[in-house]
């Protein structure tokens, strides 16, 4: 099965400006979520969607958002850019809703703002 | 609210020699655990989970409910085994996992 994809792969975008991310998960997967990397934070948890319902939210300011489609394909969107919000966008698809099974992590979508 | 703590940023040992590579949780309930590994311009994935109770790669690790630790371990580190390593926690809440602040071991030959 091919792995979860995201894109962009590299974006650079200015303060102010809005951002969406794209991410396909694992054929099947119908669990997708979204993890933010910084390099002072570590990995943080946004939010996870589920059957196109979000299932829980971490704690980010309402500048994000996201939303499941039907075919389980996810994206993210940023408003009001922040210099802040520049980081590494992880996405992580899981065939389940549950933890205990395991997430597939994607490459991740380098987002730099200025 | 629930928190993972890996006190070692860096871990340096030699090849041949034994790692532990320590993670403390807190949370009042029941967390599953998980160590995740992420290679040299790899992805970041599941090395094992607590449940499993799994060795994998000859990598072990023991959830200690009383000291609320998770600490993994291999009695002979190989080279291979340089990565960053992250010790990760959910609760019964879906897909919502806490990582710890990530582990980078070094084997040197």
Same mark, same amino acid.
């Given at each position: 099965?091919?792995?979860? &994809? =995201?894109?962009?792969?590299?974006?650079?975008?200015? !303060?102010?400006?809005?951002?969406?991310? #794209?991410? *396909?998960?694992?054929?099947?997967?119908?669990?997708?979520?979204?993890?933010?990397?910084?390099?002072?934070?570590?990995?943080?948890?946004?939010?996870?969607?589920?059957?196109? &319902? =979000?299932?829980?939210?971490?704690?980010?300011?309402? !500048?994000?958002?996201?939303?499941?489609? #039907?075919? *389980?394909?996810?994206?993210?969107?940023?408003?009001?850019?922040?210099?802040?919000?520049?980081?590494?966008?992880?996405?992580?698809?899981?065939?389940?809703?549950?933890?205990?099974?395991?997430?597939?992590?994607?490459?991740?979508?380098?987002?730099?703002?200025? | 609210?629930?928190?993972?703590?890996?006190?070692?940023?860096?871990?340096?040992?030699?090849?041949?020699?034994?790692?532990?590579?320590?993670?403390?949780?807190?949370?009042?309930?029941?967390?599953?655990?998980?160590?995740?590994?992420?290679?040299?311009?790899?992805?970041?994935?599941?090395?094992?989970?607590?449940?499993?109770?799994?060795?994998?790669?000859?990598?072990?690790?023991?959830?200690?409910?009383?000291?609320?630790?998770?600490?993994?371990?291999?009695?002979?580190?190989?080279?291979?085994?340089?990565?960053?390593?992250?010790?990760?926690?959910?609760?019964?809440?879906?897909?919502?996992?806490?990582?710890?602040?990530?582990?980078?071991?070094?084997?040197?030959?």
């Amino acid at each position: 099965k091919a792995g979860v &994809t =995201q894109t962009p792969r590299y974006l650079i975008k200015t !303060r102010g400006q809005q951002v969406t991310l #794209s991410c *396909s998960p694992i054929s099947g997967h119908r669990s997708v979520s979204w993890y933010q990397q910084t390099p002072g934070q570590g990995l943080q948890f946004l939010f996870e969607y589920f059957s196109e &319902t =979000q299932r829980n939210k971490g704690n980010f300011p309402g !500048r994000f958002s996201g939303r499941q489609f #039907s075919n *389980s394909r996810s994206e993210m969107n940023v408003s009001t850019l922040e210099l802040g919000d520049s980081a590494l966008y992880l996405c992580a698809s899981s065939p389940m809703g549950r933890g205990t099974y395991e997430q597939y992590f994607g490459p991740g979508t380098r987002l730099t703002v200025t | 609210a629930q928190r993972v703590t890996q006190p070692e940023k860096l871990l340096s040992v030699f090849k041949g020699a034994p790692v532990e590579l320590k993670c403390n949780y807190s949370y009042s309930g029941s967390p599953e655990l998980f160590w995740y590994v992420q290679y040299s311009r790899q992805r970041l994935q599941l090395l094992l989970r607590h449940i499993s109770r799994e060795s994998i790669k000859g990598f072990t690790a023991d959830l200690n409910k009383g000291e609320t630790s998770f600490h993994l371990k291999k009695p002979f580190a190989q080279e291979e085994d340089s990565a960053m390593y992250y010790c990760a926690l959910t609760f019964n809440a879906g897909n919502m996992l806490t990582f710890g602040g990530g582990t980078r071991l070094m084997v040197k030959p």
